[in-house]
């Protein structure tokens, strides 16, 4: 059972534009979410989060939109860059389940 | 400050061999983590250690062990590798195993098993 979805697997987005990645939860004990970002041959790295208790947090290009009601997030990179390129992962953390994982969206940049 | 690191980098095993995947962080982490990625699917956890001298399972413990050495060092140990083990391991650390703690990931072990 999939506790995390990521229904995209690729995304394709021209230079410049916005990028949007969804996900899907379904254990309402999931209170914090974060978002990684992994290039081929390396190791996922953290790119943003967001506790539960908020319904946006923005660093930079990245922001994070969570609908509790709706149990789905969104990360949104804006302007989308070539360096932008990889896979990301959506993640979901409780006390009692740790850190789950989504199936990984490969966005690419189209220059 | 290597933040954390793994060996090896490729393993080709034969079914029936052991062997044991190395990780250490440098990041003074109290909590650390193997995950494995199989193509299609996220990462999934395998085991993980709270803190210095207490382990636990994940949600594909099967066929592995795991020894929390002191608090840099977590190794993953294979004692009869099978096909189904082919994978790319992950290990990970954070400052804690609390819900608002980001984990760090080293580079990954691509292991191969024939």
């Known amino acids: 059972d999939q506790q995390v979805k990521q229904n995209s697997p690729s995304l394709s987005v021209q230079e410049g534009r916005i990028s949007i990645l969804n996900c899907d939860y379904t254990n309402s004990m999931f209170d914090y979410f974060l978002w990684y970002k992994k290039y081929p041959a390396e190791g996922p790295t953290f790119l943003i989060s967001i506790s539960s208790i908020k319904d946006k947090n923005e660093d930079g290009r990245f922001t994070v939109f969570l609908n509790k009601s709706a149990k789905h997030l969104s990360l949104h990179i804006v302007p989308s860059q070539p360096g932008d390129s990889a896979v990301y992962f959506c993640?979901?953390?409780?006390?009692?389940?740790?850190?789950?994982f989504g199936t990984g969206t490969r966005l690419t940049i189209i220059p | 400050n290597a933040g954390v690191t793994q060996t090896p980098k490729f393993q080709v095993l034969k079914t029936g061999q052991s062997m044991t995947l190395q990780c250490a962080q440098d990041m003074n982490h109290n909590s650390m983590y193997w995950y494995r990625q199989d193509p299609g699917m996220g990462l999934r956890l395998i085991y993980y250690?709270?803190?210095?001298?207490?382990?636990d399972k994940g949600e594909v413990p099967n066929g592995y062990n795991v020894s929390r050495l002191n608090k840099r060092e977590f190794s993953l140990r294979l004692e009869s590798a099978a096909p189904s083990q082919t994978s790319v391991y992950f290990c990970?650390?954070?400052?804690?195993?609390?819900?608002?703690?980001?984990?760090?990931f080293g580079p990954g072990t691509r292991l191969t098993v024939t």
């Open positions: 250690s709270a803190s210095e001298g207490t382990t």
């Open positions: 990970a650390s954070s400052e804690s195993k609390g819900t608002d703690y980001e984990q760090y």
């Open positions: 993640a979901a953390s409780s006390t009692t389940e740790g850190l789950t």
